[in-house]
């Protein structure tokens, strides 16, 4: 496992979200992200949670709740990494992952588009 301080970490998620085309993020609506530790210990290892609404199932009634969450795993990711170079794609491939959740791209079609 490779060993990464958690600033380190963080500093990679926000430069793999300032990577994400502008006009993406101007329609991303009502989405926090964070980094967390560890996943739910007794679901899946996952390196990243999208929850909340996806913008495609979005209606008239959706008003006054509360932001969709992204959680970025930082254990499983070091977990899966050898070399620095590596957590630096796999935090973006996690970030683009979880960004496709909340634009309604379900797992199959990001495998289709090659994002596994």
């Known amino acids: 496992m490779l060993k990464m301080s958690r600033e380190d970490f963080e500093e990679l998620v926000s430069s793999a979200l300032d990577r994400v085309p502008a006009d993406l993020v101007q329609v991303m609506d009502n989405v926090a992200v ?14 990243g949670l999208y929850e909340g609404t996806p913008l495609t199932e979005r209606g008239e009634w959706y008003a006054g709740v509360l932001p969709d969450r992204i ?9 899966r990494c050898e070399e620095p170079e590596e957590v630096v794609h796999e935090v973006a491939v996690t970030v683009v992952h979880e960004i496709a959740h909340h634009f309604g791209i379900d797992d199959q079609r990001l495998h289709e588009l090659g994002w596994d």
């Open 34 to 47: 964070f980094v967390e530790d560890e996943p739910d210990p007794q679901g899946p290892e996952l390196m």
């Open 71 to 79: 959680s970025i795993y930082m254990g499983p990711i070091l977990r």
